[in-house]
């Protein structure tokens, strides 16, 4: 009896005792049995209820809800770690981070359906425009995936009209024909530290994981108007790990004359892809640095413009182009490491594709070149191709190295460009490839300074069909073929390389090429340090070719005829004239072997002035009458011969004399 009354004296000390306990715990710990809770920023409990695991939605949502009402600024969504069904999407709400630590949500829709999504009209009734659906959200960890059986097609996370979004730290698994997660119209949306793992049944063409798209009605972004032509800006994705998936993030779609601005993708890890890892389309401002792509069929893709059957381009419906064309990448893409093979999806597996040229069909008629774009610093690992680049304009290529394993097909280029111009591609490094560089089908106007060719299984340097092209300061060794290979292609400047052990000639031209070449060293090739097939126009100027097997070079026609290096040249004598001759200039010079005639330059007067033709003579003195009075007359000699096409000449010899009044 007497412990009754002890039990029912201390009862209500007891219960006074767990409620201030469960007061003074509220702000942090979540209700007994509640399952999801919001807290405002003082971390008052605003709402708190349990989630069916079986259907989640409802809780969950009014959670969102509650949030979205705008009664407690700015709150804190919590659902207590464990696995539950979503048998609906959920719609995010601004102003808040949803915590989903030590939780997995599971895509249950009977048909199409998500996760979560960003408001649209479909559930609040309102169109959004611009970047105002969502503003302000943070979703933080968790694992979103999908509930045995569910092969809908449909992404777990959708983000449309929406501005400074994070997903931290998220996993998103097993997708079946579509994407794990799609973005349109954001500005400032984050995705850092997640994972994007598993995929199946799709192909190469639209399979991005994380799909940076454009909000297009019918095709691609259905159910989120208004369709205003909003694009993204200022995505990043950052630290994320794509894995065992298609293709891994970036954009395939495109509007004609509009841009994703500021995209930065950064950090990444990239591995066993079938397809692409970074797909980029009409990307200005981009960042795409320090990725490591291992065993994917292809690296990086750039495109301004899509050749046909790889995107949707969209117009306003008349075919005029929605915006400016523009003419100014300004990206860059730097330090990624990318390791290539071919793959299901991918039989030409290359580091990086760049894509640009003169648009019909689809896109409205127009040149929509890659301009100023940089890729440099990267590190390439391929069994098929390097970088290959198609209507590259003013682009710098630079400091990447390129390296082959396995049997080297044709295919197998280190960097290739088509219909490229005004391009500088320096110090790259280029190794067991079948051509190191080249530049054709009209790549014109090119420069190749300061680059390593080894080991490579044809010609290391090609020009083909493209004019003006510039190679200098090269360094190519030990080349199955040629050094540097000629075709088709005038005027090329070949100066200062070194070439040493091609198994054919150190340079060869052919098929009407002209080529100028300069103080080159080409030593060790089984046959010529030079050849110059019957058409060609070789002018070859203070080259060094030394020990090349069948001679130092040969100028092919109607009779094959071998030449060497003219030796160099001294002015001497050149000295103003007394007495009848004053105002005339005497210039006289010694004769060099092998010269069949020499040729002689002046310029007048100021140092930027431009050296013309005075004479072309057999002799060996020459008194000039035309100078002025009064300034300073700069001459250059060089010694010449001729035969079958090839003109070599030695060094320049200059004399510099002063006219007296």
């Known amino acids: 009896m007497q412990k009754m009354r002890f039990f029912r004296r201390c009862l209500p000390l007891f219960l006074a005792f767990w409620l201030l306990l469960a007061v003074a715990g509220a702000p942090f ?35 969102l809800d509650t949030v979205r009402s705008g009664a407690y600024g700015t709150c804190t969504v919590t659902v207590t770690p464990g696995e539950y069904r979503m048998t609906k999407s959920a719609v995010l709400a601004s102003d808040m981070t949803l915590n989903l630590k030590g939780v997995t949500l599971l895509n249950a829709n009977a048909g199409k359906g998500n996760i979560f999504i960003s408001p649209n009209r479909d559930r609040t009734g309102k169109d959004y425009t611009g970047y105002s659906a969502l503003e302000n959200c943070t979703l933080r960890g968790g694992t979103l995936d999908y509930a045995p059986g569910n092969t809908n097609g449909s992404c777990l996370l959708r983000l449309a009209h929406c501005k400074n979004v994070t997903v931290d730290g998220t996993a998103f698994l097993n997708n079946t024909d579509s994407h794990h997660a799609e973005l349109a119209a954001g500005y400032n949306v984050r995705f850092v530290n997640c994972l994007f793992s598993g995929q199946t049944n799709q192909t190469e063409s639209s399979a991005e994981a994380l799909q940076i798209d454009i909000l297009e009605k019918n095709r691609h972004f259905a159910n989120f108007p208004a369709y205003d032509g909003t694009m993204n800006q200022k995505i990043t994705v950052e630290d994320c790990t794509f894995q065992d998936l298609i293709c891994g993030v970036g954009t395939r779609n495109a509007f004609a004359g509009r841009y994703q601005k500021g995209v930065t993708i950064r950090g990444n890890t990239f591995r066993r892809l079938q397809g692409t890892a970074i797909v980029c389309t009409n990307y200005v401002d981009a960042v795409i640095e320090k990725n490591t792509i291992t065993d994917c069929g292809r690296g990086v893709a750039y495109y301004m413009c899509k050749n046909s059957g790889v995107t949707d381009v969209f117009t306003d419906g008349s075919g005029k182009v929605l915006g400016k064309r523009n003419t100014d990448c300004g990206s860059r893409i730097t ?79 280190g960097i290739l460009l088509h219909g490229s111009s005004g391009n500088l591609i320096e110090k790259n490094t280029c190794t067991a490839l079948h051509n190191g560089l080249k530049c ?186 035309a100078p002025k009075r009064g300034k300073t007359a700069a001459y250059r000699l060089v010694a010449q011969t001729k035969t079958n096409g090839v003109t070599a000449e030695s060094p320049v010899a200059r004399a510099a004399v002063r006219i007296k009044g």
């Open 29 to 63: 710990a979540a209700y007994a049995g509640e399952s999801v809770t919001v807290r405002d920023s003082s971390g008052q409990v605003r709402y708190a209820a349990p989630m069916d695991p079986e259907n989640a939605c409802p809780a969950l949502q009014s959670a």
């Open 335 to 413: 330090d990624n490491t990318i390791s290539v093979c071919q793959t299901a999806e991918m039989d030409k597996p290359r580091g990086m594709f760049l894509y640009g040229g003169k648009a019909t069909g689809k896109m409205p008629a127009g040149n929509y070149a890659v301009y100023n774009l940089t890729v440099s610093g990267n590190t390439i690992t391929t069994t098929g191709g390097g970088i290959t680049g198609t209507d590259l304009q003013n682009c710098t290529l630079a400091d990447n190295r390129i390296t082959h394993t396995g049997a080297a097909a044709e295919t197998t280029v």
């Open 440 to 625: 054709m089908d009209a790549s014109h106007s090119n420069e190749l300074r300061s680059n390593t060719v080894t080991d490579s299984r044809s010609s290391a340097v090609c020009i083909v069909d493209s004019n003006g092209v510039e190679v200098t300061e090269n360094t190519i060794r030990t080349g199955a073929t040629n050094g540097i290979f000629v075709q088709r292609s005038k005027k090329a400047r070949l100066l200062r390389n070194t070439i040493q052990a091609m198994g054919h000639n150190g340079i060869c031209l052919a098929e009407k090429s002209t080529a100028a070449t300069g103080s080159n060293r080409i030593s060790g090739c089984r046959r010529y340090g030079m050849s110059s097939q019957s058409g060609t126009a070789l002018t070859t100027v203070g080259d060094r070719l030394t020990g090349n097997t069948k001679g130092q070079g040969i100028a092919q026609g109607s009779k094959n005829k071998k030449f060497s290096t003219i030796g160099s040249t001294r002015l001497v004598g050149g000295r103003i004239r007394s007495g009848k001759n004053k105002g005339k200039i005497a210039l006289q010079w010694k004769a060099v072997p092998g010269a069949k005639q020499y040729v002689l330059y002046r310029r007048d007067g100021s140092i930027r002035g431009r050296y013309r033709r005075v004479v072309t003579l057999t002799g060996t003195r020459y008194i000039d009458t």
